[in-house]
């Protein structure tokens, strides 16, 4: 029994050691408090008073189970319908993604399928592939200066302003489309504007078949006195009465420009669909000077 004329004395123990606000330990002796000491455990009153609450004492595993724990009261008190919606619209979001993958996935397909390995792309500086267009050929004539169809195509993707997968997903058709308007509208610039905006690499030669065909071959041959004798062959006659064929017969429609058109064509001269008359004209009477 204490001595009830001495003042009260604290005994060190037993005695609480706390690692934070909830994790709290008793200890017996000096030895329980030194292990527990070295396990982290300290008085109450040693607790970080920047830290009342005590969670950034608390292990990963506690915290995560604390916010599952608030989570699953905050949707208990939700009503029956938001529960609903919420469940529904993950579903949704789930399906659209699935939807957009098979969509591109069959895009990719019937392009592969329509295209085959024919369709020209361009490779951009970043190194991402642009897909082109195979019904214009390798080189497109621009006023009088042909340039590669990579730099047409390219031109045509920045003004088109769609996204590199965007533009390689449109159909064929579309693409084509976009790459003809793009054409059609640097025809119609002045050729200066034309030649800096593509750069001067993208400047090319014409066409093989082209040069083949812009003038009759012609071989010469030795005459009797040994003199050059310059004669066409079959194949030049034959195409200049065809050509003759098809501009009696067009002109009897009284489309002149379609049988200027038809003419040049026959003698492998280009042309463009936006040249006049006189125009067409002057290639032709160039032609035949040649």
């Known amino acids: 029994m204490s001595d ?54 608390r292990s990963d595993d506690w915290l995560r189970g604390e916010l599952l724990r608030l989570a699953a009261e905050v949707i208990k008190s939700r009503p029956r319908e938001e529960l609903i919606y919420g469940i529904r619209f993950q579903y949704q979001q789930a399906e659209k993604a699935r939807l957009e993958e098979e969509a591109k996935a069959k895009a990719e397909e019937a392009f592969k399928t329509e295209e085959g390995d024919g369709e020209p792309a361009v490779d951009d500086e970043d190194g ?3 897909y082109g267009s195979s019904e214009h050929p390798d080189a497109i004539l621009i006023g009088e200066t042909y340039f590669a169809s990579a730099a047409i195509v390219g031109e045509a993707f920045t003004r088109s302003g769609l996204r590199l997968d965007a533009w390689n997903e449109l159909p064929p058709s579309d693409r084509n489309a976009l790459i003809q308007q793009t054409i059609d509208q640097l025809a119609e610039a002045n050729p200066n504007e034309v030649l800096h905006l593509l750069g001067e690499d993208a400047v090319t030669e014409a066409p093989a078949e082209t040069n083949a065909n812009t003038a009759p071959e012609v071989v010469e041959e030795q005459g009797e006195e040994g003199a050059p004798v310059e004669a066409e062959t079959e194949e030049a006659t034959e195409a200049q009465e065809d050509a003759v064929e098809v501009v009696e017969a067009v002109e009897g429609e009284g489309d002149v420009i379609a049988a200027l058109r038809a003419e040049l064509t026959a003698l492998g001269v280009p042309w463009h669909h936006k040249n006049n008359e006189a125009t067409l004209r002057g290639k032709l009477a160039e032609a035949k000077a040649a």
């Open 4 to 57: 009830p004329n001495k003042p009260y004395e604290p005994q060190p123990y037993p005695k609480m050691v706390y690692k934070d606000r909830a994790t709290y330990r008793l200890v017996s002796d000096e030895a329980e408090h030194q292990e527990a000491t070295d396990e982290g455990y300290v008085d109450f009153n040693d607790l970080p008073e920047d830290n009342p609450d005590g969670l950034e004492t």
């Open 128 to 130: 991402a592939v642009i």
